[in-house]
């Protein structure tokens, strides 16, 4: 080793030379190691024989060769003298070429793996690794069970087991050998790891035993029709020493089915296969080779219809374009094969037709007109193919196809029509029906007699007659007339006549009394037979209704002494050719004078100037266009009270106070205005006055209605703030020298001061109170034309009528509640317990239930809509003397009649008090009921209201303009909040000091 290291230092390595003298010739010997191989002389070592191990090299002149066996060395020679050292059991010799080590009885001892060392001082070379296997060989191979005979896989199964005749080491692995029939080179079929049997040995010696289990059914690799003959053998690394059994056996193989195909008549099946409904069809499956035999099924469609090589089956209808075909299999169910699938074409005989028109069955008879074309249909049963048609009258052939198109004549009449069928064979055709033509001749034309070029005229309620004629037909004609679209039905009388052909002509008659809504409508005479009614003749004549007029008169003016009424009388009547007679005036019965107006075309205008209370009374005016009325009078009326009252002002209100006031009427309502002035620096207890004007104005109407007062004046309190009712300079309460007494006095009168903005300079001074705010509109100050702007509102004289909404409610009775319970099972099925129902919040999952219950209702649940009652709660349907009353008071004022008029009033007496006895029992049941359920009470408190009072549109915070209830709500809450949070606590308490004087208010008046 050392001499090693200094084989790069010559100087070092020269002293160590000298020192040890020796080792110079190993150092040579090194420079010529080279490789060397262990081999042993036989391929297969066997138990009880000798094996040579040869570590061989090119050349053994130098070192030694030793041979060893893990740790132990059973060869050990030096190439000087070729002298070996003897081991037990091992014998040794060595030469140029190497080492040869012989073991002249091999044990179980003697196996392992060898290597060969070559030493060289001062290094060693290693050959490579041999390992030795000392193997016991039987004497040969067994089949063991051999079976009787040949095996056929396709009936039963097989095993064949291959031993070895005695003590075998190392385990073998066993080859399965096939062969033809014809013997020729075996083939592996495969190769099994074989399994200890019973036997005498000494471990790790065995008898062993291969088995190869061959299932039934089992398949060549190929699946083609295999008969082989079986072997097996041991393979061994020295091929002389193989092992074969003596025996063989035959299998043979299972073929799996794998086609199949129909025949029918040992023809092969196509596409498609032609059969007759009703007649017995016999088809084969055919397979090709397949051992063993196949299971055969067949199926039309779908549909399971048999099983076995052959099918004898009764086609139906059902079955065109099903497809058939059989399925067989004879090794593995899994693996069925299907035969070609023809669509089967069944053919089905005509076997019934009948005729029909416009898809009507045609029965007995078959009604035509002569020379108009008709089409019929022959309408077979089912049937494949289509059938051919023939068409016959009589016995003459009128044409082929599925429908006929041929024009009637007389000639035609009374003879059979009908088809003639057939498809499969002509020599069965069936006929159709056979119906009797039966021919007729229909109205050409129609005469309305007593009619001109132009329109006919009636005179409203008097009766005239027409008269209409058709031309010859046959059967009897049909007339029919009409007013505009309506049939009329009354006042007709009809007669039939024959002429010389036995044709009939209708002679009809119809008295009519025609009223002004039928005018410029037509009458028209429609003539036909029986079959003719969507096409009728007709003859027309336009209709001219001519009537009296209706006499209408209109007063303008205020009614008031020193004052001009016009009056105008304008007439409605045809034709609009008017006389117009003198106007008369009348008080009670008693004629006063006759008037002349000023008369147009059109209507008559009376002018009464400068008025008086003589003029009071009734002013008629009398219009005819020579055209009696209903009452067979030629002139008719219209009238007009007059009732003149003196004009000046309420001088019962005078009090002291600057200010005056005036009453008039509207509607029938009175109201009083007033104009009020209060000086700047008058005393608060001033404003007093103005309340007791307003009490006295209430005393003189009925207890349980609200005045109609309407104020406007300068009242000169410069503090308030009308908004929010406090003092818009300090946001304080209001004193009663600055206003809050006005606003006391406002509120018990029930009455609202409407002027919000500046009327001079940023003061408002300028107010307009009023107990109908609700009535008033457009508050404005246009024109600003003096220190004090002036103040204008439109007042609307009548309201619109309430209208109630209409209402849908549900019609539970009625309801589909097993749909809405599916409903419900699958809603929460699938969507709402689908894993997200935790996820989602309590609002969500409420979202979505109420939304289903929607739903559900909406879809399973009918739904009913009502509509809006506007008549007053109390008037039931027992008070029928309203509508009495009603007409006879329009029968007066058409005739003017005293005895009428008479009537009229007594009417209305009664119908007054009939309704006031309703109201009273409305009223106090009403009372009656306050405690349990006051909604219907304050109910009718609201409608009772002379204002309805309402929150009119508003614009919201974003200037739109909102109307709903909610979107009110919304932009109120907004404002408030936004707007006015920090007047809540100062308004309050000025509604607190508010209501806390006027207790004390109260309680000095009780006490």
Known sequence: FQATRLMGRPKQLMGFIQMYPFLFYYLFILADAQSFTLKMNRALPLKSSSLVLSCELLSFTSG??????????????????????????????????????????????????????????????????????????????????????????????????????????????????????????????????????????????????????????????????????????????????????????????????????????????????????????????????????????????????????????????????????????????SLKVDSNKPSLFVRVRVTVAYIQKNNQNITSTLIVNSGESVTLTCVTGTSRPAPTIGWYIGSRSMGSGTSLTFTPSNTDHNEVIYCQAYNIDPNLKVDSNKPRLFVRVQVSSVTLEGSTGGPKVFNEGYPQTLKCITSPSWPVPIIRWLLGNKAMTDNITSISMTDGDELYVLNSEITLVLMRNSSNQKIRCEGFINGQETSPVYAEVAVEVWYAPDVRVSISGNIVVHSTVVLLCVPQGN?????????????????????????????????????????????????????????????????????????????????????????????????????????????????????????????????????????????????VDWKMKHNKEYGSCLSDSDGQQLINILHEAGAKQLITFPSRGHNTLDLFITTLPGQFVNIQSPDHLSDHDIIEANFKCTLPRKTVPKRTYFQYSRGNYNQMRSDARKFTKERYFNDHHNTRSEEDNWGMIKNFIGETLNFNVPTKTLRSRQSLPWINSDIKALRRRNHTHTTYKRTKSQKVKQKWQNLRSEVNKLVQSAHDNYVNNLIGDIKKDPKPFWKYINNQKADKQGIPPLANNHGNIVKSDVEKAEALNHQFSKNKLKHITQTSSCIIHYVHNTCKHITQKTS
Request: charged share 15%; glycine share 6%.
């Open 575 to 719: 034709p609009p050719q008017y006389t117009f007679h003198p106007w008369i005036h009348t008080v009670g019965q008693t004629e006063i004078q006759m008037l002349d107006g000023v008369n147009t075309i059109n209507n008559s205008t009376l002018t009464l100037s400068n008025i008086s209370i003589q003029d009071t009374g009734t002013y008629t005016c009398t219009v005819d266009n020579g055209v009696p009325g209903l009452d067979r009078q030629v002139g008719q009326t219209g009238y007009k009270d007059v009732d003149v009252q003196e004009s000046s002002p309420v001088t019962s209100l005078n009090n002291g106070s600057e200010s005056i006031w005036c009453k008039f009427s509207i509607n029938g309502k009175s109201h009083y205005v007033s104009s009020w002035y209060r000086p700047p620096d008058t005393p608060s207890d001033n404003i007093i006055l103005l309340k007791d004007q307003l009490d006295k104005i209430k005393s003189q109407g009925k207890s349980n209605q609200q005045s109609n007062i309407h104020i406007m004046g300068d009242f000169n309190y410069r503090k």
């Open 64 to 333: 030694a060769i030793q041979l060893w066996k893990g740790n132990e060395k059973p060869a050990d020679c030096a190439s000087k003298g070729y002298d070996c050292l003897f081991f037990p059991g091992y014998s040794s010799t060595a030469n140029q070429t190497g080492v040869f080590t012989t073991i002249s009885s091999l044990t179980r001892q003697n196996e392992g793996t060898y290597m060969c060392k070559l030493l060289l001082h001062p290094t060693e070379s290693q050959s490579n690794n041999l390992t030795v296997v000392v193997y016991t060989i039987p004497p040969h191979l067994d089949f063991r069970q051999v079976p009787d005979g040949n095996v056929d896989l396709g009936v039963t199964s097989a095993r064949l087991q291959c031993t070895t005749s005695g003590c075998t080491y190392p385990p073998p692995s066993v080859q399965w050998l096939t062969q033809g029939q014809t013997p020729s080179s075996y083939e592996v079929y495969t190769t099994v790891n074989s399994t200890i049997t019973g036997g005498s040995c000494v471990p790790p010696e065995q008898i062993y035993t291969s088995t190869l289990d061959l299932q039934q059914n089992t398949t060549w690799s190929d699946n083609s029709d295999k008969v082989l003959i079986f072997s097996c053998r041991i393979e061994y690394p020295d091929s002389t020493m193989n092992l074969n059994t003596s025996g063989t056996h035959t299998i043979k193989f299972a073929v799996r089915v794998t086609e199949a195909y129909l025949q029918q008549y040992n023809q092969n099946i196509t596409s498609k296969l032609t059969v007759n409904s009703g007649e017995p069809v016999t088809l084969t499956c055919v397979t090709g080779t397949s051992q063993p035999d196949p299971i055969i099924g067949w199926y039309i469609g779908s549909r399971s219809v048999g099983s076995g090589t052959s099918l004898t089956f009764t086609p139906s209808n059902t079955d065109h374009n099903e497809v058939i075909f059989c399925q067989a299999y004879n090794t593995d169910p």
